[in-house]
Nanobody, 122 residues
Framework: QVQLVESGGELVQPGGSLRLSCVASGFTNEYYTISWFRQAPGKEREGVSCIMVDGQTDYADSVKGRFAVSRDNAKNTAYLQMNSLKPEDTGVYYC????????????????WGQGTQVTVSS
């Protein structure tokens, strides 16, 4: 049974940084894509970043240059380093995994975590 568990969300001031973690379990190998999505209050969930097993990455335009996704396959863990945070980055951040999909569209992903809250406010 695949399980994804996010952590690291908290309240941070504008301009600050946070690192989110996503621990995956239940996969038989590391050949899956991990993606980060977020959902702001009153808005639809949107793709933020994704990373393939070989390290290839993609980012939403709104976070390019500020966020960095990485993964440690030995630890079955993915990370989202978020810098220069803005109030509009506020939301619940979810990690998702796909064996065959890629990209920042929800339909590509089969497995989802429960989310971690990120609040950017002074």
């Amino acid at each position: 049974q695949v399980q994804l568990v996010e952590s690291g969300g908290e309240l941070v001031q504008p301009g600050g940084s946070l690192r989110l973690s996503c621990v995956a379990s239940g996969f038989t190998n590391e050949y899956y894509t991990i993606s980060w999505f977020r959902q702001a209050p009153g808005k639809e969930r949107e793709g933020v970043s994704c990373i393939m097993v070989d390290g290839q990455t993609d980012y939403a335009d709104s976070v390019k240059g500020r966020f960095a996704v990485s993964r440690d396959n030995a630890k079955n863990t993915a990370y989202l380093q978020m810098n220069s945070l803005k109030p509009e980055d506020t939301g619940v951040y979810y990690c998702a995994a796909s064996i065959s999909g890629w990209g920042l569209e929800e339909y590509e992903y089969d497995y989802w975590g429960q989310g971690t809250q990120v609040t950017v406010s002074s």
